[in-house]
């Protein structure tokens, strides 16, 4: 599985901007999917993960609220849309799939990066106050 991520930019504080990952090489339609980031000098964190179906979505509480993650399983697509954005989201946002098909976790699993194996090059978000 490929997967490459878009829609990143500069935007101002209080904007929104919607990144897209767009999956090739088979299916992803049956995997759990998420979105990552890392901002300058810091670990890669968990920003938001949504079941292989798309009925359960999982955030993580510095994004609750503000951003939406979802899935297109017709055309492969996995989006997030960012709104009220901050300075602090600031970062290389990356998506990412699970491997095992149709399967279900606890919801702390969905933020761990290791529940994850494929992985997309990054797009980055750049917010000025």
């Known amino acids: 599985v490929q997967l490459q991520a878009s829609g990143g930019g500069d935007v101002q504080t209080g904007g929104s901007l919607r990144l897209s990952c767009a999956a090739s090489g088979r299916t992803i339609s049956d995997n759990v999917m998420g979105w990552f980031r890392q901002a300058p000098g810091k670990e890669r964190e968990f920003v938001a993960a949504?079941?292989?179906?798309?009925?359960?979505?999982y955030y993580a509480d510095s994004v609750k609220g503000r951003f939406i993650i979802a899935r297109d399983n017709a055309n492969q697509d996995l989006s997030l849309q960012m709104n009220s954005l901050k300075p602090e989201d600031t970062a290389v946002y990356y998506c990412?799939?699970?491997?095992?098909?149709?399967?279900?976790?606890?919801?702390?699993?969905?933020?761990?990066?290791?529940?994850?194996?494929?992985w997309g090059r990054g797009t980055l978000v750049t917010v000025s106050s």
């Open positions: 949504i079941s292989w179906g798309g009925g359960f979505t």
């Open positions: 990412a799939a699970d491997s095992r098909p149709r399967r279900t976790y606890i919801e702390s699993d969905y933020s761990r990066r290791g529940l994850y194996e494929y």
